[in-house]
């Protein structure tokens, strides 16, 4: 059985007095692709967050890699440098280009020698179909573009896990596909281990191993990819999934 990269026992989120995620309890194995599926206000992106340090959260506790984490913010900061995360909102420097965008976490947070790192962007772009823009500012280029260089961003830390959130929710129809497809690649030729929030199903349906559905904050099914999209064991889950149009 694979090892587990990723372990959340009895994980307790709030805002002041309202209360985001109840009880949650999961793992994720080496090289496994999850999706994080469910209506909106579910929960998805508040507990995706809570596994980068970005939302803090009241009760449990997060293994990673062996270790139990120690949420604070020094040790976050190292834990994110192996938890890669790429954002619905791109969040790229406007007054940086491209490269300068990717080049900050090697050179700054790793200390990586320059030459080396960029010599590993340049590469990275390339797989991605955008070593053209590697001077170019995120001003010029497209949502779909600016995506694939938020993710290459991450990649270049070399990170052990990935964590994609919404990632194609702001593109336009015509541009998922290309960034959809570079997640597919690390799933299938990377063996990338990999936590996945969407709305799209059939992109949901193909890449993942295993499913977790939110309600309300709480997961109400855990199951097999296969087994969700086809014998959804709850019926909240079928009327989700008959919502959906895919």
């Known amino acids: 059985m694979a090892e587990k990269v990723l372990q959340v026992e009895h994980l307790e989120k709030s805002y002041q007095k309202k209360h985001v995620l109840h009880d949650i309890n999961f793992s994720v194995a080496q090289g496994e692709v999850v999706t994080l599926l469910g209506p909106s206000g579910s929960g998805k992106s508040t507990l995706i967050r809570c596994l980068n340090g970005l939302e803090v959260y009241q009760k449990g506790t997060i293994t990673f890699e062996g270790q139990k984490i120690i949420p604070t913010e020094k040790n976050w900061q190292q834990i994110r440098q192996k938890i890669g995360m790429v954002f619905q909102s791109y969040d790229l420097f406007p007054n940086l280009t491209v490269m300068d965008n990717i080049l900050l976490g090697p050179t700054k947070v790793q200390k990586k ?52 959130d ?42 993942a191993d295993r499913v977790l559905f939110l309600q309300d904050g709480r997961i109400l099914e855990q199951t097999p990819s296969e087994q969700f999209f086809t014998a959804p064991q709850t019926d909240r889950a079928k009327v989700f999934l008959d919502s959906m149009d895919f």
């Open 113 to 164: 020698d320059k030459a080396t790192a960029r010599s590993e962007a340049l590469a990275l772009l390339k797989s991605v179909e955008l070593d053209d823009y590697a001077n170019a500012y995120p001003r010029e280029l497209s949502g779909g573009q600016k995506q694939r260089v938020a993710i290459v961003r991450a990649l270049a830390l070399h990170p052990d896990f990935m964590l994609f």
């Open 166 to 207: 919404e990632v194609t929710a702001s593109l336009d129809p015509e541009m998922v596909r290309g960034v959809l497809t570079i997640i597919e690649n690390l799933a299938n030729r990377d063996n990338m281990t990999m936590i996945v929030v969407t709305h799209e199903m059939n992109f949901a349906k193909q890449i």
